[in-house]
């Protein structure tokens, strides 16, 4: 990159420019995409999503030209979202753009005005007084639990909220006495899912599958696991396996059976597990080196 790729900020408007009219493009009924004609916001959320979890994915991954790339992803929502919006004459990115500083602006007064801070607690108090000052409403008691639980479950992923969730109520003195408690309770929610699975409503089915997954969220907090890791390790791994077995199978897994299946997956399991072990023991090797 160009050292003025850092520093010019026209060139960075008018590379937006293009991507604003590149949509646009893709948007006309006029030799448009079909597929982007197609598009709403509702349908778009998946994306936006996906491509959100694709930048974190690349940060946490140290690659730069990819955090830049998935950056260009997520951008392209933004863009897309504010295209149909225009079109329908919600709001335009204009007013996107206008409304995301003026709101920076007003809730750094410390920063744009001449308010005096001393801490990162006065900055936070500040945002939050401002916030609802927007919104008419008044600030939540921050000395009771439910005030203080209430915004993970906006700002989180449902599994990292709910972890949050149980270890501030676990502080706050809800907790079991024992982890012994917590296996009662699982193993009790368990068997009320089965039920509402045989005989209730999807609500109760999902509401029972709930609470299933909240307390296997306090075996993990009492055994101190992280359960976001150890889902996202077991998802790479059946990925894994599932790559190794269609290896070893040399035609379509939908040709099998699942005897076959069964068999490869063990296969599967062995070689990984092999190739681990070489893995390990080489880097063993290389530390005592």
């Known amino acids: ?3 003025s790729d850092f ?10 420019e293009e991507l604003i009219n590149v949509v646009a493009k893709l948007r006309s009924p006029d030799g448009g995409c079909p597929w982007d004609l197609a598009q709403t916001p509702e349908t778009l959320t998946q994306y936006l999503i996906e491509e959100a979890y694709e930048v974190v994915d690349a940060i946490q991954g140290g690659d730069k030209k990819a955090i830049c790339e998935e950056l260009g992803d997520l951008l392209l929502q933004v863009v897309l979202q504010s295209q149909i919006a225009s079109e329908n004459r919600d709001f335009s990115l204009k007013n996107v753009v206008e409304g995301i500083t003026e709101k920076m602006i007003r809730r750094h007064p410390h920063v744009f005005g001449d308010v005096a801070v001393a801490s990162m607690d006065d900055v ?5 007084e401002i916030k609802a ?4 409403q008044v600030i939540p008691d921050q000395h009771k639990l439910s005030a203080k639980l209430s915004s993970y479950p906006k700002k989180l992923p449902p599994l990292m909220a709910g972890m949050k969730i149980s270890e501030k109520a676990a502080a706050a003195g809800f907790e079991w006495e024992n982890v012994d408690g917590v296996w009662e ?3 009790e929610e368990v068997e009320e899912w089965k039920q509402a699975i045989a005989s209730e409503s999807k609500e109760n089915q999902e509401a029972e599958l709930g609470d299933v997954l909240f307390t296997l969220l306090q075996l993990a907090r009492w055994n101190n696991l992280n359960p976001s890791a150890a889902l ?3 998802n790479k791994k059946f990925i894994q396996r599932l790559q190794t077995i269609e290896a070893l199978a040399q035609r379509s897994l939908s ?6 299946l069964e068999i490869l997956w063990q296969k599967a399991k062995i070689e990984l597990a092999a190739k681990k072990g070489f ?9 005592s080196l």
Do not use: H, P, V
């Not at 040709?255 to 076959?260: A, G, L, N, Q």
């Open 133 to 136: 000052s927007e919104k008419g």
């Open 124 to 128: 936070n108090k500040n945002w939050e």
């Open 255 to 260: 040709d099998c059976t699942i005897e076959e």
């Open 7 to 16: 520093m010019d900020s026209k060139e960075t408007l008018m590379a937006l």
């Open 185 to 187: 309770k699982f193993y």
């Open 232 to 234: 996202q390790s077991t």
């Open 279 to 287: 893995t390990d023991a080489g880097e063993n090797t290389e530390e």
């Open 1 to 3: 990159m160009r050292k």
